[in-house]
């Protein structure tokens, strides 16, 4: 099978194109080299594909160039291209959200829409289009309240995946990640602060009480719901993938305490807009149709992200 990963710089997109590459698949993955954050990180997360004659790397953005010659003999789309990141998600910065997360989407499924050699559009979509809430767990069939603009852009591009599967056929499935964590997580995002500074022997800046409560996931068994949603049939529409179970943010910090072998010190400042409180995700749609089980614990991914920080190495997702 040949397949596009878009997004294959960045955290999940590199795991995904290395499971996929695992598989015996030829991957074709897009990236631009957003500068969110450093380009330098994102070649280190392509290292290993780049090593593979399966693998063809374009550094284009996607809500740039023509797209036809890009999906040719492609069978499946794995859209994991996004500008990511809540708090970044306000004021003039807005724009580049627009751009990458609702243009780059829209432009895609307008060139899949056309290709002849497409059967899936798989689109990672976010915990954070359901927003602040107290109905939990969040089902697929809650009404979803986008807290940031963030969530907004996310939510828009899933509406547009379901739009072109419903008027044109396009077969799209949303997959809505709850945190995901594990080797290469972006550097802004907790996990991956919290274990530098434990690892300095710094606090943790920590935003609010450390009561928000979180379903963590593990980026394989994101990269497990990704493959199940590209190749089975009659799935699509729109699927939680949470990590199984919620957990504070404070159990986290003491378990990853514990594991890198420091005590937990902290430096609490005040909550940041867009932040939401809660997520829980009710899987059981994913576990029905997609036959998703989350493999992974908190404490075993946990020590597999601190060892990474620990040594750069990102063992390949089984
Ligand atoms: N990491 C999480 O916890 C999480 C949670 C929910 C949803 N998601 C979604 O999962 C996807 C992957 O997230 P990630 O954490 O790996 O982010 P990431 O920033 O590490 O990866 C995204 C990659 O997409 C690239 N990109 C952005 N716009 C592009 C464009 N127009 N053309 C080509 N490349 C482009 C960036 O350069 C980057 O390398 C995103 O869609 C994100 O919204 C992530």
Redesign the pocket.
């Known amino acids: 099978m040949r397949c596009l990963v ?2 294959v ?5 590199s795991h995904l194109g290395e499971r996929l590459i695992a598989q015996g698949h030829e991957v074709v993955g ?5 500068d ?2 450093p380009r330098t990180i ?1 070649e280190s997360n392509l290292a290993t594909l780049r090593k593979s004659p399966a693998f063809t790397f374009l550094s ?4 740039r160039i023509e797209l036809a010659s890009v999906l040719e003999g492609v069978d499946v789309v794995y ?6 990141g809540v708090r970044a998600s306000w004021g003039s910065t807005f724009e580049s959200y627009t ?3 609702v243009l ?1 989407t829209q432009r895609l499924l307008e060139a899949v829409k056309g290709s002849k050699s497409v059967r899936r559009f798989v689109y ?5 289009v359901y927003g602040e809430t107290t109905d939990l767990p969040m089902r697929e069939t809650s009404l979803p309240r986008p807290f940031s603009p963030y969530g907004v852009t ?1 939510l828009a591009a899933e509406h547009l995946c379901e739009l072109y599967r419903n008027n044109f056929g396009v077969s799209t499935v949303s997959l ?6 594990g080797p290469r ?2 550097p802004d ?1 907790g996990f991956h602060k919290f274990i530098a500074s434990m690892m300095r022997d710094e606090p943790v800046t920590v935003f609010g009480s450390g009561e928000q409560t979180r379903d963590f996931t593990f980026v394989d068994d994101i990269v497990d719901a990704n493959i199940a949603a590209g190749e089975k049939d009659g799935v699509e529409g729109v699927y939680n993938i949470g990590g199984g179970s919620r957990v504070t943010l404070q159990h986290v910090l003491e378990t990853m305490a514990e594991l890198v072998g420091v005590p937990l010190k902290l430096n609490r400042i005040e909550e940041q807009a867009g932040d939401v409180h809660h997520t829980e995700a009710d899987a059981s749609r994913a576990r029905d149709r997609l036959g998703y089980k989350p493999r992974v614990s908190l404490r075993d991914g946990l020590a597999r992200q601190i060892e990474w920080a620990r040594t750069g190495a990102a063992p390949a997702s089984s």
């Open positions: 878009t997004g710089a960045g955290f999940v997109g897009v990236d631009c080299f957003t969110y954050y994102k284009a953005d996607l809500a859209h994991q291209a996004a500008q990511a751009h990458h997360n780059a990672a979509s976010s915990s954070s996310k809505r990640y709850f945190t995901v964590y997580q972006r995002m």
